[in-house]
């Protein structure tokens, strides 16, 4: 089982530029979301979405755009990167909405230069 | 929104039990969760708790919640060098759709 994919696993960037994260799950999962890891502050939520279609901003939205096409897909994009979005970026789906355990997926280590 | 509080380090002994201890404010979580994360890797589940339990067993592994002092626990039994990793605790208030994590707890096992 693929479970959640992320890729790129890694990525350098220079300030200004745009690009793509990918995130997809072949668990039919209804609740996708992004988060962010940095040392000391744990996992804060950047986007997450209940179901295609839907999206809704977390904690740290700012800089950050979703879509949800797909129920499989949810692509996380930087408009114009800047280095205070040097990260680990990762992807997590659930079955519902509620009451279940989140599947993440392995992480993208974005550096912004 | 939901804080969740956990100390940063903790160091102990092969063979040793280790406790991890998480903090919340908001006591609306049906479930509250505990994660492992190994260097370079993703969050894998290791547990969970359904809220109307005060202990739950698997293994070597023991979680312990007290609603009243919204405290949450996960005791490793006979810990071993593979168990050193990040421990996150997470809860899903009923307030909103979110997660929240703590800041994680990085485990080292001294062999």
């Known amino acids: 089982n693929a479970g959640v994919t992320q890729t790129p696993k890694f990525q350098v960037l220079k300030t200004g530029q745009s690009m793509t994260l990918q995130c997809a799950q072949d668990?039919?999962?209804?609740?996708m979301s992004w988060y962010r890891q940095d040392p000391g502050m744990g996992l804060r939520l950047i986007h997450y979405?209940?179901?295609?279609?839907?999206?809704d901003q977390g904690e740290v939205p700012n800089g950050y755009n979703v879509s949800r096409s797909t129920t499989e897909d949810f692509p996380l994009r930087l408009l114009s990167a800047a280095p205070s979005q040097t990260s680990v970026y990762f992807c997590?789906?659930?079955?519902?909405?509620?009451?279940?355990?989140?599947?993440f997926g392995d992480g993208t280590r974005l550096s912004i230069l | 929104g939901e804080d969740v509080e956990q100390s940063l380090f903790l160091s102990v002994r092969e063979g040793d039990s280790s406790v991890i201890n998480c903090t919340y404010t908001?006591?609306?979580?049906?479930?509250l969760y505990w994660y492992k994360q190994e260097p370079g890797a993703g969050l894998q589940l290791l547990t969970y708790i359904f809220s109307n339990m005060d202990m739950k067993q698997d293994q070597r592994l023991t979680v312990l919640l007290n609603k009243k002092d919204k405290h949450l626990s996960l005791r490793i039994a006979d810990t071993q060098t593979g168990d050193s990793a990040i421990y996150f605790c997470?809860?899903?208030?009923?307030?909103?759709?979110?997660?929240?994590f703590g800041t994680g707890t990085s485990l080292t096992v001294i062999p």
């Open positions: 997590a789906s659930s079955y519902r909405q509620r009451d279940q355990p989140q599947h």
């Open positions: 979405s209940v179901g295609a279609g839907i999206t």
């Open positions: 668990m039919n999962h209804e609740y």
């Open positions: 908001d006591s609306s979580s049906t479930y």
């Open positions: 997470a809860a899903q208030p009923n307030t909103g759709n979110q997660f929240y």
